[in-house]
């Protein structure tokens, strides 16, 4: 049910030998330019998917909620439900070590990435980011506190997320390697909230985050919540 | 190249004028780079290009020396100041990845720069299957074979490759942990940047140079391009002054810190290590005067605990500068902490956080399961002569399974052919056996981080199998490794204690989670 209304996020991955790719552009001219350039980058992702394989579909579309209308989400808006996490999420509960066998840059690995996404979590996460027999999550918004993503630097912490749907993080704060990896992969949107949302939010509430006014809404409490701009997150690193 | 030097205790020298902080400090620098080999004679100097000079409208802007990061970075970038905040294109010295990020690195590195590109330079490339090696995981195997054909495309010069998984010692190229291997075969030179594609990377800051972690992404692009856009970091300062009781290790040194700064105290900065107790690091040395073969890296490898475990605060990199008594003005650091040796104790780290500080004799208490000495961190050759030692002093046979894990082939040969002082001559490995340890297992990073389910040593079992009290529901490691987060070493409810080897071992001979002054004094 869920799984089917998910979206490629970063097409550039699953592709192989399309070197005239647009991306392919924008990482090297990312040699030439000064760091304004890595907001580009990190856009790339947002230009429609051209990759045969996959059927086609909407890549901005926000993953999975049944009620969410492709046409309602536009290049600045993701709207879905939200998962919510704690303080100090490493990368060994993002992705357990044990899966690490599977390379990202290969499509079949890299979907295989995104269906242990977030298994590494305690037990006193009741509920589950991906249902069983699924290989996808419901979830397209991770809501989490401090130093999110500490400990590896294993690019393959971002790279799950994304490819279990997850298109935005909104955390208190990022560990330095995670943030890095989310912008060069292109994986997730690193955004930063002003303020403890992990302590105001739960799991399954629907929101909307608005990046252009940087915005979060969640519509279940009706609350509103501001975000840091992006574009000093991304010179943060 | 210019004229080779060596310095015969292995250590660098690296001059930084005291007279001229208040111009460029680039105006005469050398660094005396540290022997690859035993064997090899063959040492390199390096020079920094002359300066031209500056013009006096720019001088006098300076007030403040450059912290060691700052200078290496602005060498590495061609600048001759810099401050931290400034993103500056980087030129790489080394770049390594390892089996487990190396194909995807691999992967990116010909989607981006083509099918057919060649990396930037074949011989700062250096490649080192060490994660998952020692299983029968089918994709874990295949990743080396990834390497293998991509080092043979390449003509990669350092590619650490091992086929025969049988017998680690059938594969004379085959070193084993990546960190320690950089070090062990010449690639941490100071002053130098390396990046790897592991977050303990930054544990070659113990040999002067800017070392840290990133993401295949990066590595690929580095991989190609031969540099990278870094962040210039703050510097916070950790002066260490004191003499080291003998019951203390490095170890217990960065557990103290983390404890003090929390697991983001140092996000995005860089943390350097200075003070009288640091520069006498690995007093070990001395023992080890006579054996050319691990002069050089005896005296380092207390310096490189220390650096290694800099991720776990957040750090971006951790640097020990060479041996000087250069006064760098504190303005230039965001914080200092100073602390004094002489009166600390040993630590754990309790679960589920390296920032979760605790005496080891407070401690007491728990019943332990199963103790852990390995890993990049504490399964180095001095680790083992430290654990070696305690059970010597001792006499006792450990309470639990006791799993021994050098770090690369060198270390296991040191643990069989060293004798260890004061034992009459037995090796490490004959006083684990006398002591009822584990067989040394084949070096590689073992179940630092779990790992495929067949690895070595890996915490498979929720429980224990002799729950007799509340204290041991779950299974409980004491461990000489650099994380304790849920899961890190196999299944998720295992309880890990990070450890000094002197705190491993004395926990291993009681059972219970022990200081190790029960055994050393």
């Known amino acids: 049910m869920a799984a089917t209304s998910a979206s490629v996020f970063n097409p550039a991955l699953t592709s192989n030998k399309h070197p005239e790719e647009p991306s392919h552009v924008a990482f090297i001219s990312n040699l030439r330019m000064s760091t304004s350039c890595l907001t580009k980058f990190q856009l790339k992702h947002l230009s429609p998917s051209s990759i045969p394989s996959q059927s086609p579909r909407n890549p901005i579309c926000a993953a999975a909620s049944p009620t969410c209308s492709p046409s309602a989400t536009t290049a600045t808006t993701f709207h879905g439900l939200y998962y919510v996490l704690g303080d100090n999420i490493d990368i060994d509960q993002i992705i357990p070590a044990e899966h690490l066998t599977l390379v990202p840059s290969k499509p079949d690995e890299y979907r295989k990435l995104g269906s242990h996404a977030l298994i590494g979590l305690p037990s006193t996460y009741e509920t589950r980011f991906i249902e069983t027999g699924e290989v996808q999550s419901k979830y397209s918004i991770i809501i989490g506190g401090e130093n999110f993503g500490c400990g590896s630097s294993r690019e393959h912490g971002p790279v799950a997320l994304g490819a279990a749907g997850v298109k935005a993080v909104v955390v208190e704060s990022y560990a330095r390697i995670f943030f890095r990896n989310s912008v060069a992969t292109g994986e997730v949107y690193p955004l930063e909230s002003e303020g403890r949302l992990c302590d105001e939010c739960s799991t399954g509430d629907v929101v909307t985050v608005e990046l252009a006014e940087n915005l979060l809404i969640n519509h279940t409490t009706g609350k509103e919540y501001k975000l840091k701009p992006i574009g000093d997150a991304v010179v943060y690193y | 190249m210019p004229t080779s030097t060596i310095t015969a205790s292995g250590s660098t020298s690296f001059i930084i004028k005291k007279k001229e902080l208040g111009v460029s400090t680039f105006s005469s620098t050398s660094f005396n780079i540290i022997p690859k080999k035993r064997c090899s004679k063959k040492v390199v100097s390096v020079m920094t290009p002359t300066q031209s000079q500056r013009p006096p409208s720019t001088t006098g802007s300076v007030k403040t ?173 950790f002066v260490m002054d004191g003499e080291m009781p003998s019951y203390l290790l490095a170890k217990d040194l960065i557990l103290q810190i983390i404890g003090e700064i929390s697991v983001a105290g140092a996000t995005y900065k860089s943390m350097e290590f200075v003070g009288s107790t640091v520069e006498s690091l690995s007093k070990l040395s001395y023992i080890f005067a006579y054996m050319s073969t691990t002069v050089f890296h005896a005296k380092m490898e207390e310096r490189m605990t220390l650096c290694n475990m800099v991720v776990e605060a957040g750090g971006k990199n951790g640097v020990v500068p060479a041996d000087s008594n250069d006064y760098i003005s504190t303005l230039r650091f965001l914080s200092e902490y100073r602390f004094d040796v002489s009166k600390l104790e040993p630590l754990v780290a309790k679960p589920h956080s390296p920032d979760n500080r605790a005496l080891a004799r407070e401690c007491k208490d728990v019943k332990i399961d199963r103790v852990y000495i390995g890993s990049c961190t504490g399964g180095k050759t001095e680790d083992f002569f430290a654990v070696a030692k305690l059970f010597q002093a001792s006499g006792k046979k450990v309470k639990v399974p006791t799993f021994i894990v050098p770090a690369t082939q060198k270390v296991w040969m040191d643990i069989y052919s060293i004798p260890v002082p004061g034992s009459g001559g037995k090796t490490c490995s004959q006083i684990f056996e006398e002591a009822g340890c584990d067989t040394p297992a084949s070096p590689s990073c073992g179940a630092c981080l779990g790992g495929p389910r067949d690895t070595y040593a890996r915490m498979n079992e929720p429980q224990a199998s002799h729950i007799m009290s509340m204290n041991c529901l779950f299974s409980v490691c004491v461990s000489t490794t650099n994380r304790n987060f849920p899961g890190r070493m196999g299944h998720k409810e295992g309880q890990i204690y990070l450890a000094s080897p002197y705190t491993a071992a004395a926990s291993a001979l009681t059972g219970f989670v022990t200081d190790p002054r029960e055994f050393l004094q």
């Not at chain 2, 990669?156 to 004379?172: E, H, M, V």
């Not at chain 2, 544990?203 to 210039?232: E, H, P, W």
Request: aromatic fraction near 8%; charge should be negative.
């Open chain 2, 65 to 237: 020396a450059l912290t060691m990061t700052e200078k290496i970075l602005a060498r590495a970038s061609e600048r001759s100041a810099l401050v931290p905040g400034e993103n500056v294109w980087v030129n790489v010295d080394v770049l390594m990845t390892h089996d487990v990020c190396g194909p995807g690195t691999i992967g990116i590195f010909k989607k981006e720069f083509g099918e057919n590109a060649k990396v930037w330079d074949r011989e700062k490339i250096v490649i080192i299957p060490d994660h998952y090696i020692f299983t029968s995981d089918e994709r874990a195997n295949r990743n080396v074979d990834i390497l293998r054909d991509f080092c043979g495309e390449q003509d990669i010069k350092y590619f650490y490759d091992i086929k025969d998984l049988g017998d680690f010692r059938a594969n004379p190229d085959y070193k084993g942990v990546c960190h320690v291997a950089l070090a062990q075969e010449g690639h941490c030179r100071p002053g130098e940047v390396l990046l790897g594609t592991d977050s303990h990377t930054c544990n070659a800051g113990a040999f002067g140079q800017f070392a840290s972690g990133i993401g295949n992404t990066d590595a690929g692009f580095v991989m190609g391009a031969g540099k990278l856009l870094l962040k210039v970091p703050p510097t916070l300062r």
